[in-house]
């Protein structure tokens, strides 16, 4: 890993130090500056030249801020003669912007991968994107990791014999047939209608969850609007238990708070590839580390070995 330079911005110092401790390389130091007009400028502070370099950055809150840092250190490692670059985007928020489901909307999705590719970047790590087409909008090489393997080997602790994986909607349920095969278990899933951001609709649960422990899974939880619902029908179809579990949890606008103080939620478990301060965390928060599998996957593509072949097993 010698010809390895990895840098951060501001979106998520912690990932890139444990990310940079599981390869064994430092995390190299990058300077943000703010000028008088509000304008960014981004500084890396170490040699770049004809090196691999990684910019470690996920678009988390504030989303823009981050996005145009990662943009900016994009051009300044183009401009210090990098090898090659590879933005590790460990969540990647516009990729909710997927399709023109209105008139004269934008696909934001598309825009910002065609500003990463403008800016200078050669590759693209990304964990758990919203939908598939995402990885199309993308001119270069795209890795996509998940994190099933990381979510089944924390549930694999409990008795999962009276357990069912259930996704919130269909659009879900290819990923939660993948994570209940991993787990051995039946899957169901939920029949939505969106009517706005925070307005969902569960009309039925295709799948038998009655007397059985639920583990929901989805790829992420923002304002958890379409949980609140979900839960609902589970009480309805009297599921004795729930657990929640997504790669991204965003909990937004006092999410975790209120699925936290929802009576039968026994645990929530996400993964670290959106910090969540510490004082909004509550007891039953579970977040994992994709740390390692990151990492890995950094040293595959650094190495020229296959980051399939991750997922083989």
Same mark, same amino acid.
């Given at each position: 890993?010698?010809? %390895?330079? /990895?840098?951060?911005?501001? @979106?998520?110092? *912690? #990932? &890139? =130090?444990?990310?940079?401790?599981?390869?064994?390389?430092?995390?190299?130091?990058?300077?943000?500056?703010?000028?008088?007009?509000?304008?960014?400028?981004?500084?890396?502070?170490?040699?770049?030249?004809?090196?691999?370099?990684?910019?470690?950055?996920?678009?988390?809150?504030?989303?823009?801020?981050?996005?145009?840092?990662?943009?900016?250190?994009?051009?300044?490692?183009?401009?210090?003669?990098?090898?090659?670059?590879?933005?590790?985007?460990?969540?990647?928020?516009?990729?909710?912007?997927?399709?023109?489901?209105?008139?004269?909307?934008?696909?934001?999705?598309?825009?910002?991968?065609?500003?990463?590719?403008?800016?200078?970047?050669?590759?693209?790590?990304?964990?758990?994107?919203?939908?598939?087409?995402?990885?199309?909008?993308?001119? %270069?090489? /795209?890795?996509?990791?998940? @994190?099933?393997? *990381? #979510? &089944? =080997?924390?549930?694999?602790?409990?008795?999962?014999?009276?357990?069912?994986?259930?996704?919130?909607?269909?659009?879900?349920?290819?990923?939660?047939?993948?994570?209940?095969?991993?787990?051995?278990?039946?899957?169901?899933?939920?029949?939505?209608?969106?009517?706005?951001?925070?307005?969902?609709?569960?009309?039925?649960?295709?799948?038998?969850?009655?007397?059985?422990?639920?583990?929901?899974?989805?790829?992420?939880?923002?304002?958890?609007?379409?949980?609140?619902?979900?839960?609902?029908?589970?009480?309805?179809?009297?599921?004795?238990?729930?657990?929640?579990?997504?790669?991204?949890?965003?909990?937004?606008?006092?999410?975790?708070?209120?699925?936290?103080?929802?009576?039968?939620?026994?645990?929530?478990?996400?993964?670290?590839?959106?910090? %969540?301060?510490?004082?909004?965390?509550?007891?039953?928060?579970?977040?994992?580390?994709?740390?390692?599998?990151?990492?890995?996957?950094?040293?595959?593509?650094?190495?020229?070995?296959?980051?399939?072949?991750?997922?083989?097993?």
């Amino acid at each position: 890993m010698r010809e %390895i330079a /990895v840098f951060t911005g501001s @979106a998520h110092p *912690e #990932l &890139a =130090a444990e990310v940079c401790a599981h390869l064994g390389v430092p995390l190299l130091p990058t300077r943000i500056d703010r000028f008088a007009n509000d304008c960014l400028q981004a500084q890396l502070q170490a040699n770049c030249r004809e090196r691999d370099v990684y910019l470690i950055q996920p678009l988390v809150r504030p989303v823009q801020e981050n996005l145009v840092e990662l943009l900016l250190m994009l051009d300044a490692a183009r401009g210090a003669s990098a090898a090659r670059t590879t933005v590790v985007l460990p969540h990647y928020a516009y990729a909710r912007s997927d399709k023109k489901d209105a008139p004269r909307i934008s696909i934001g999705g598309r825009l910002i991968a065609d500003l990463m590719v403008t800016a200078g970047a050669s590759r693209v790590l990304a964990m758990t994107l919203h939908s598939p087409q995402v990885h199309g909008f993308f001119s %270069i090489p /795209v890795d996509h990791l998940h @994190a099933l393997r *990381e #979510l &089944a =080997a924390h549930f694999r602790q409990y008795d999962l014999g009276n357990a069912v994986v259930v996704s919130p909607d269909l659009g879900n349920a290819k990923e939660a047939a993948a994570f209940a095969r991993l787990l051995g278990v039946p899957v169901a899933a939920g029949a939505k209608q969106r009517f706005s951001d925070d307005r969902v609709q569960i009309s039925a649960v295709i799948g038998e969850v009655a007397g059985r422990d639920v583990i929901v899974l989805d790829d992420e939880i923002a304002k958890g609007s379409t949980v609140v619902e979900l839960l609902g029908k589970l009480r309805e179809l009297d599921a004795r238990s729930v657990r929640l579990a997504c790669t991204h949890g965003l909990f937004s606008a006092g999410a975790l708070g209120r699925l936290s103080a929802e009576p039968d939620v026994l645990e929530i478990v996400c993964t670290n590839t959106v910090p %969540i301060p510490a004082a909004e965390r509550t007891d039953k928060l579970r977040v994992l580390s994709i740390a390692p599998a990151l990492a890995e996957a950094m040293r595959r593509i650094h190495n020229g070995e296959s980051v399939s072949a991750l997922f083989d097993a």
